[in-house]
């Protein structure tokens, strides 16, 4: 499955509390809590560029699969991580005590991350 494509936010859950964990001020989550970003993917085999623009913020990381590589999180800190392939549909990656997933389903993506100092989503 290709995960190349154009994708806007419809929603999210728990947004304050996870922006908190991770550290991000006060003034900056209720800036981005109603902001709709675009996520813009690129897939080339097991290599991706994947841009996230919300609001005037833009991030953009490349990873390949099963290599460790350097991204940058929406508090603006760098981590090493290693994103790996579940099944032929989801990404999952984990740093810093954040797992994300990142599913792809038809034309939908759908992102679930939780900080450990939350409790975790049931799947």
Not at 58 to 77: H, K, S, Y
């Amino acid at each position: 499955m290709n995960f190349s494509g154009k994708y806007q936010l419809q929603s999210q859950e728990n947004f304050e509390a996870f922006m908190k964990a991770v550290g991000l001020p006060e003034e900056l989550i209720q800036k981005g809590k109603d902001i709709k970003g675009v996520s813009e993917i690129v897939q080339n085999g097991k290599h991706f560029k994947l841009t996230i623009t919300t609001g005037s913020k833009v991030i953009q990381n490349e990873f390949t699969l099963g290599e460790e590589c350097e991204l940058e999180t929406m508090t603006g800190e760098k981590v090493k991580a290693v994103v790996q392939m579940e099944g032929d549909n989801k990404l999952v990656t984990t740093f810093k005590g954040i797992k994300s997933v990142t599913e792809l389903n038809g034309d939908v993506i759908t992102n679930v991350s939780w900080h450990s100092e939350l409790v975790a989503p049931s799947a």
